[in-house]
Nanobody, 120 residues
Framework: QVQLVESGGGLVQAGGSLRLYCAAS????????MGWYRQAPGKQRELVAE???????NYADSVKGRFTISRDNAKSTVYLQMNSLKPVATAVYSC??????????????WGHGTQVTVSS
């Protein structure tokens, strides 16, 4: 069974920075796409950033230039560096990874999420 565990969330003032971590563990042969979504209260979940196993990245327009996604394949970990945070970034941030697991197929897995709160 594959598990994703996030960390690094918390409370920060507007203009501050946070770094989120998400580590995958279990029977994993390889990981394809990895990424971060967020869901604010009363809103739909939205893509924040994603990264392929070839390190191609994609960002939501609202975070371009301020957030950076990266990964360490040796550690099965994806990171999200968030700078110049705004109160609208307050949300639960969840990571996902498409993992080739014991079924020998790429299956999507999700973490439980980590709360990010940006105060004004």
């Amino acid at each position: 069974q594959v598990q994703l565990v996030e960390s690094g969330g918390g409370l920060v003032q507007a203009g501050g920075s946070l770094r989120l971590y998400c580590a995958a563990s279990g029977i994993i042969f390889s990981i394809n796409d990895m990424g971060w979504y967020r869901q604010a209260p009363g809103k739909q979940r939205e893509l924040v950033a994603e990264i392929t196993n070839g390190d191609s990245t994609n960002y939501a327009d609202s975070v371009k230039g301020r957030f950076t996604i990266s990964r360490d394949n040796a550690k099965s970990t994806v990171y999200l560096q968030m700078n110049s945070l705004k109160p609208v970034a307050t949300a639960v941030y969840s990571c996902y990874a498409q993992c080739v697991d014991s079924t020998d197929r790429g299956n999507p897995y999700w973490g439980h999420g980590t709360q990010v709160t940006v105060s004004s």
